[in-house]
């Protein structure tokens, strides 16, 4: 079993960056796909970045353009890098693993704060 710990929330100001990380208990070598997840209060859980083992990418359009996903096998870390940020980007952000790729996320993490106000 893959436990996956996220950190590097807090507060920012509008325009401001901001990195996530997401730390592997166990090897994501053999995880097909990992992504990085979001909830806004009164808002639906929605995934804004997946990354694929060859690396491809994928983005929601709110955040395309904007964000970043990377993994480094090597350390089991995942990353998401946020820049130009919104206060609509406010919202707990999860860090998840999709084993055998094929979309549905078995791994997920506890959450950190992403909170982008002036």
């Known amino acids: 079993q893959v436990q996956l710990v996220e950190s590097g929330g807090g507060l920012v100001q509008p325009g401001g960056s901001l990195r996530l990380s997401c730390a592997a208990s166990?090897?994501?070598?053999?995880?097909?796909?990992m992504g990085w997840s979001r909830q806004a209060p009164g808002k639906q859980r929605e995934l804004v970045a997946r990354i694929r083992g060859d690396g491809y990418t994928l983005y929601a359009g709110s955040v395309e353009g904007r964000f970043t996903i990377s993994r480094d096998n090597a350390k089991n870390t995942v990353y998401l890098e946020m820049n130009s940020l919104k206060p609509e980007d406010t919202a707990v952000y999860y860090c998840?693993?999709?084993?055998?790729?094929?979309?549905?996320?078995?791994?997920w993490g506890q959450g950190t704060q992403v909170t982008v106000s002036s």
């Open positions: 166990g090897s994501i070598f053999s995880i097909n796909a």
């Open positions: 998840a693993g999709d084993l055998d790729g094929n979309g549905q996320y078995e791994y």
